[in-house]
């Protein structure tokens, strides 16, 4: 689907909520066929809308030793605590960096266990890995994380499942930086953020360029303090996803994705959606 096909889509299924922004239906809307479900059941709060004078900072895909700890000098250097959403398989090899994180004040929570496409359902091994995610974090933070946003913001219904079975809250975003892509430049990640943020918002954002374009995180690491600076002079505060006053999602999984927890066939190889 074009971009500007994707985002008219998005604009459509807006309506949802004045607050779910285009950047988590154009995630999901290059399936079209989606739409009209996804307007029935994606909920505002299930995009991350919160408080409408803050702001949720959130970073997917770590812990990185490369990178991860040169994002939480920056933050600590701007007074800002974010989320930081981990992928199990890393906190293993890189306990170190997901204390630190925990250690100066953010809050760690789950990403998965590995960077994968449910392509297939899987309920038995969404439940195992989460659980299994969870377990590595609080093994190493001594905190229980709450908060689940799958890789690719795929949430299949098998996935839901698995993430309230492990007791953790399914969040997307409702804005993102394109912050992957090879291209990317912290005037462009600023750009593509302030597109699609409101107060209230939920930004998603990477601290490594594990399943990007290398280097890719020095652009989201450079636009940091001008979108921090922006947020503050437009009176918003910036906090992590624990500060953001998400009220309780959905008790029933969305059927976004049908009973069985299979994604629709191909929906996401439109290359501008390969995020979350
Ligand atoms: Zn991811």
Redesign the pocket.
């Known amino acids: 689907m074009p971009e500007s096909a994707a985002r008219a889509a998005a604009r459509r299924a807006a309506s949802v909520g004045p607050t779910l922004a285009a950047g988590a239906l154009a995630h999901v809307g290059p399936a079209a066929t989606w739409l009209p479900v996804v307007r029935r059941h994606l909920s505002p709060r299930l995009a991350g809308a919160g408080h409408p004078r803050h702001v949720a900072l959130t970073f997917?895909?770590g812990p990185d030793p490369v990178s991860t700890t040169r994002f939480l000098d920056v933050l600590d250097g701007l007074g800002v605590r974010a989320t930081f959403?981990v992928l199990g398989d890393a906190v293993v090899r890189h306990p170190d960096v997901v204390r630190e994180t925990a250690r100066r004040g953010h809050e760690v929570a789950v990403?998965g266990w590995s960077?994968d496409r449910p392509w297939l359902p899987a309920p038995a091994r969404d439940v195992r890995s989460l659980r299994r995610a969870v377990e590595a974090v609080r093994d190493v933070t001594g905190v229980a994380p709450q908060w689940y946003r799958p890789?690719?913001g795929i949430l299949t219904s098998g996935r839901w499942a698995a993430a309230r079975a492990a007791g953790l809250r399914p969040v997307l975003w409702t804005a993102w930086g394109r912050d992957w892509t090879a291209t990317a430049t912290p005037e462009s990640v600023r750009a593509t953020v302030e597109a699609d943020l409101r107060g209230g918002g939920t930004v998603l954002l990477?601290d490594t360029d594990r399943?990007a374009a290398p280097g890719c995180w020095r652009a989201t690491l450079g636009a940091l303090p001008d979108l921090v600076a922006a947020w503050r002079t437009a009176g918003l505060t910036v906090g992590p996803l624990s500060e953001h006053g998400t009220a309780e999602v959905h008790a029933t999984a969305p059927r976004v994705l049908g009973r069985s927890g299979a994604v629709p066939r191909r929906p996401l190889e439109h290359g501008r959606s390969r995020?979350?």
């Open positions: 997917d895909d959403f990403h960077h890789p690719y990477h399943t995020r979350g």
